[in-house]
């Protein structure tokens, strides 16, 4: 926790002191959705302290060379639960590729848009916190435009709130991963996370260590998350008290064994990253989520080719625990 709170404290210190409201009317002009959501407060502007501070981070961020110009669309219109943190963490991915040139970073607000003509000028496509993308998906009325995606050899990522998509869908159906259950890991706790492979290239953001974070975790419906298809970077720490305890009398339990947090695989040809972090604002000014989240992008967009073998089939699993709470 030490280092964390270090950490956190050395990245506050680089933030402008004085909170101001960020004008973005300019860039959201044509997103009616954004803007109708920012009026009813659901979604927070940044300040500008924050995307300093953001910014700031980017220019001493470790990033590959893209091979060629990489172009990323954001998405995060939700049609189930609006998370008010959406909006600063499309900036953060929007201001990580503009200052480390890893790639140029568009958004857009309505399902109707996500055609097979529109996305082919993307490499890759994030969802940040867009609860029930299959309602969008239905909305729009091409049901596989995210498989067709994949199948081009691009790469689809999806964030905390976006991890809840297809819930009802059958394990090989379902391109990101676990069904969405509930989240008994509640935005105001501070949870343990132990880092799998930690040599992994994706996991250099922990620098082999697991760590705490306060933020929200979700479960999965038991049997819909596999080992055997995806390769697991993330899971929650169950070693620790503070972890176990949401679950109460159900730990332990066959649903508290395994939580994965963050995971990749590849699927129909593409790749798909997953992150559940990302409920709270703060995740999105944490240096070492935001190079999680970078090196994510990275390996979506196809510049950060690595092992995919899923988690079941390795040999042997290295495992990193969070340092016990107050070291
Ligand atoms: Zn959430």
Known sequence: MKILTLLAFSFYGIAFSEAQPVILSEKLKGHSWVLKKIKAKRLIQPKESQLQAISKWSQTAEVIKPKKKKKLLGFFRSYG????????????????????????????????LLTDEFLSKFDGLVFINSTHIEKGIKALGDANVLKKFLAQGKGIAFIHGATDAFANQSNDERISGGAFNRHPWRHTGVWSFKVESPNHPLNRAFNGKGFWLKDEIYSYKAG???????????????????TQKPLGRNFPSPESHDIPVAWIHSKLGGRVFVSNFGHNSSTFLNPLILQHFLDGMQYTL??????????????????????????
Do not use: W
């Not at 600063?88 to 201001?95: D, N």
């Not at 390795?314 to 107050?326: M, N």
């Open 302 to 327: 196809g510049d950060n080719l690595v092992d995919e073998t899923p988690s079941a089939k390795l040999k042997k699993t290295e495992i990193r625990l969070a340092p016990p709470k107050g070291q």
């Open 224 to 242: 819909s998350f596999d080992r055997n298809r995806s390769r697991v970077l993330v899971s929650l720490d169950f070693s620790k008290k503070a």
């Open 81 to 112: 639960f609006v998370h008010n943190s959406s909006y600063i963490g499309s900036e953060a991915f929007r201001l990580m590729g503009e200052q480390t040139g890893a790639y140029e970073y568009e958004f857009v607000d309505d399902f109707k």
